[in-house]
């Protein structure tokens, strides 16, 4: 006497909840992921109506048939055979890029609307299709319904992927800014040491004169100048690789604007093994991540450290630790960014590399220290 629909709701809150306890994904991706699958079960049990109305005109549809069962039961094998593979690939790859929850959100009004659709269009008794043309009008509506949610998806999908497309695009775009200026700066560094370069022997014979002069305290204040000059004009060269070392001069002469004590050891492997634009944009997210926390603190309290080196030749460890107020949002296990609401986007590009590098990304905090921990494997 339990009204199918009803129990049916009541099931699907219950196996949602099951399912989102095994996942580490936003509840916005787990709902989508776990709605499109029993959205296309629905659309199996949909044309088993129509099937079974035709064996079983004076049944209906919570009452069981074997040609209502064995009907859903193959439509929903081949609907897992032909999604399987195309319908996972697609979904895994916005489920690692895609960190919008109002886009997931937008996606999640495809299959509920489809559903409800589905649900309430099923008749209760089946006798009621063999009304004027209401089969007819079943049979249609049912088809659209599987059309308009198909298309919705590759509709969302695309649309999912130009914006992601245009947001690497930018990123690229912003490594390339960061590579021209530090370029620029190691012109200007050229041009500006030009003069001392040229002065240099002058230099030598005057300090060479001082010291035959016995004059000391005059060669000592001659150095002393020399060298704040050579001070001035001096460049830092972090790594061989040219869009690292720009990732690194900027953020670099971030954190001195900003009073931020830096202390960093780079040694990355030679050849690089990995993708610039993602090493870039892993490293870059967490230079940006660290700057941002130190800003929590007093200037006399920031701190920001970072250390890159190769173990066993075939794993790059990056560890991070910066100043930061203690403050933090999380979910879980997740760290949330405290920059915008919702998951933050760099967090979860961080994780979406160390993964495609069969690696891990490992947050924590400790007092007032926050911790970044990567593990990349080295393509060989």
Known sequence: MINGNMFLIASLVFFFYMYYKTTTIDIFKALCVFMTATVSMAFASSLSCIVDAIYNPTSGYDIFSLEGFATQYVIAIIET????????????????????????????????????????????HYHTLYTGKVFLSFIIVTIANILITVYAYVFSYNIAKTLLSRAELEEKNRFLEMQSSSYKRLQDYMEQTKKLRHDFKHSVHAMSTMAKNEEYDSL?????????????????????????????????????????????????????????????????????????????????????????????????????????????????????????????????????????????????????????????????
Do not use: H
């Open 81 to 124: 055979v032909l999604l399987i593979w195309p319908l996972g690939q697609k979904m895994n790859y916005l489920l690692r890029k895609l960190n919008s929850r109002k886009i997931w959100l937008t996606i999640l009004g495809f299959p509920i609307i489809s559903l409800m659709l589905a649900i309430f269009t099923t008749p209760k």
């Open 220 to 380: 000592k204040d001659y150095i002393n100048n020399y060298e704040k000059e050579l001070s001035t004009y001096t460049t830092i060269i972090f790594c061989k690789n040219s869009a690292l070392n720009a990732v690194f001069q900027y953020y670099y002469q971030l954190a001195k604007d900003k009073n931020i004590e830096v202390n960093w050891s780079l040694d990355f492997p030679d050849p690089l093994n990995f993708l610039e634009i993602d090493l870039c944009s892993l490293l870059g997210n967490i230079m940006e991540n660290a700057i941002a926390g130190c800003e929590t603190v007093p200037e006399s309290e920031r701190f920001f450290s970072i250390s890159v080196e190769v173990a066993n030749t075939n794993y790059l460890y990056i560890v991070s630790t910066n100043s930061f107020d203690g403050k933090i949002r999380k979910k879980g296990n997740k760290f949330l960014t405290t920059k915008r609401s919702g998951n933050g986007i760099g967090i979860s590009s961080m994780e979406s590399i160390a993964q495609k590098y069969e690696g891990n990304l490992k947050i924590f905090t400790d007092k007032n220290e926050f911790n970044v921990d990567v593990i990349l494997k080295t393509k060989l």
